[in-house]
């Protein structure tokens, strides 16, 4: 596996809390987050790294989207 980056688009809120509401491919295509289900401090344990790892949901399917060093990824195939 591999790290894949993607662009993202989030709301902050008063607080500073950064939610992640979609996620853009590198070809232009944006897909809607459902829900995100969970935060946590986490390593990709397929593609390397460590940083906050978002569990969400995009039709109907949980994803891991990962925050790390200002970046944002997902696990991809080789």
């Known amino acids: 596996m591999l790290k894949v980056y993607v662009n993202v688009t989030a709301r902050f809120?008063?607080?500073g809390n950064m939610t992640?509401?979609?996620i853009i491919w590198g070809d232009g295509t944006e897909y809607e987050i459902d829900r995100v289900l969970d935060k946590r401090r986490a390593a990709?344990?397929?593609a390397g790294g460590f940083?906050?790892?978002?569990t969400v949901r995009i039709w109907n399917r949980e994803r891991y989207?990962?925050?790390e060093d200002g970046r944002?990824?997902?696990e991809g195939k080789e």
């Open 65 to 67: 989207l990962f925050f």
């Open 20 to 22: 992640p509401m979609s």
């Open 51 to 54: 940083g906050d790892r978002y």
């Open 13 to 15: 809120d008063t607080g």
């Open 44 to 46: 990709s344990l397929k």
């Open 72 to 74: 944002w990824f997902v």
